[in-house]
């Protein structure tokens, strides 16, 4: 399936280097997430766009920085980060903001050493 | 309580067996409540969505109880395929996003 892409598939960073994180989603929606999913831990929302306008920052630290410059595409922008931030970073779409299914890509593995 | 609660399991059956899993939530304004299924290492994905009483697809029924603020994901005929972890969302809060459970583990086994 290739409705919501995400690159790079797996990514090992240092605490001091700079690196981004892209999804792309091809079907239309209008409302695209950042999530952080570590082990034994719920899914845990990041930031929400919705047409292509920040709604939602859950208390993200400022090394993690997302863009969204038109609704099919989304980064996230990561630097001097932390090894505890090392996780699958997941982006998800939908339709619209409210009620409404979401799709995710394929996640991105980010380990942090 | 928390906003969405799930019990981790795992839950260990036989094929061909029938099981069942809950997920209690804490908003009662939802309206709208969905199961996705997430395989080890991949990303989650939409199983099934209950926007009233319930909603049935082939051998997987989830089904609603408001008054006691509970859905439940009915899995008929167990198959190996079915291991996996097990996604309950729930919109919460005034931005209506869903909230997810930790998921429910499901190990089918021969």
């Known amino acids: 399936e290739t409705g919501v892409t995400q690159t790079p598939r797996h990514l090992v960073m240092g605490m001091t280097n700079k690196k981004s994180l892209k999804c792309e989603q091809h079907l239309g929606h209008n409302a695209m997430y950042w999530y952080k999913q570590s082990a034994k831990k719920p899914l845990e929302l990041m930031f929400v766009y919705n047409f292509k306008e920040q709604t939602e920052n859950n208390s993200v630290p400022s090394r993690f920085s997302p863009e969204c410059p038109n609704s099919s595409h989304l980064f996230l922008h990561l630097h001097t980060l932390q090894p505890e931030d090392s996780a699958l970073y997941l982006c998800?779409?939908?339709?619209?903001?409210?009620?409404?299914?979401?799709?995710f890509g394929p996640g991105t593995r980010l380990t942090v050493t | 309580r928390k906003e969405v609660e799930q019990d981790p399991g795992p839950f260990n059956v036989p094929e061909g067996a029938t099981v069942a899993f809950n997920c209690t939530y804490s908003n009662s304004a939802s309206q709208s409540f969905f199961w996705y299924r997430q395989d080890c290492r991949k990303e989650p994905k939409l199983l099934m969505s209950?926007?009233?009483s319930g909603n049935e697809d082939g051998r997987f029924t989830a089904q609603l109880n408001r008054a006691s603020q509970y859905i439940s994901l009915l899995i008929r005929d167990s198959k190996l395929s079915d291991s996996a972890t097990y996604l309950c969302?729930?919109?919460?809060?005034?931005?209506?996003?869903?909230?997810f459970g930790r998921g429910t583990s499901l190990i089918v086994h021969p």
């Open positions: 209950v926007y009233s």
């Open positions: 969302a729930v919109p919460g809060g005034g931005s209506y996003i869903p909230t």
């Open positions: 998800a779409s939908s339709q619209e903001l409210r009620d409404y299914e979401q799709y």
